[in-house]
């Protein structure tokens, strides 16, 4: 999971794009809400995206319009009641959530939600009706009923790719295509840039 500074980086270079564009930033794996959402219809549409992410991060940004990427702000960022209300809408296993509260423009709140998606698939029960239990999928913006073929990626194995980090980088260049530095230290070995 990432550092509390690379959770707030993410939230606000989404909102600047959301801001660039004029227009909401909504994808397979963002979603941004106006305010908190019932939890009924919330535990839907993060089941659904967390389940069509496939390993990756699934994010929600609360206080931005959806529509025009404003940010509004949010007039409570206390969430822990509004998701132990989520929470009970899954049947067996849940996201892992982590939330973060950042003042963007004006200062206004503004709340960045994190989603583990490694434990998908994610099954939410549904109140009423004939059938008791959904994997919600997400397609684009929409949030609809898994299909079997969406049922055998979820269940597929997970690829992530790996966090490559550059600890020692050197650079050499010379005007004839030849590195006098390398050539020495590698005998026998001669690599143009």
């Keep these: 999971m990432h550092s509390r500074r690379e ?3 993410i939230i606000l270079s989404e909102i600047k794009h959301c801001q660039a564009d004029h227009k909401g930033h909504e994808d397979s794996f963002v979603e941004l809400k106006r305010e908190l959402p019932d939890p009924p219809k919330a535990a839907r549409r993060i089941a659904a995206l967390c389940n069509s992410a496939h390993g ?3 994010i929600w940004i609360l206080g931005v319009d959806n529509k025009s990427g404003t940010v509004i702000g949010l007039q409570s960022t206390e969430i822990a009641d509004w998701w132990a209300q989520v929470v ?11 939330h973060v509260v950042v003042h963007a423009d004006n200062s206004l709140p503004v709340i960045g939600m994190f989603f583990t998606t490694d434990r998908a698939p994610f099954v939410i029960k549904i109140e009423g009706g004939v ?6 999928w997400r397609e684009g913006t929409l949030t609809r009923s898994a299909r ?4 055998m990626r979820i269940l597929g194995p997970i690829i992530l790719q790996p966090d490559v980090r550059i600890l020692e980088l050197t650079v050499s260049a010379s005007r ?3 590195i006098p530095a390398f050539e020495s230290e590698h005998p026998g070995l001669n690599r143009p840039v």
Aim: charged residues 40%.
């Design 7 to 9: 959770l707030e980086a």
């Design 56 to 58: 990756a991060e699934a």
């Design 88 to 98: 009970k809408h899954f049947d067996e296993e849940k996201p892992d959530m982590v």
């Design 131 to 136: 059938a008791q239990l959904e994997v919600p």
């Design 148 to 151: 079997r073929h969406e049922l």
């Design 176 to 178: 004839n295509g030849r």
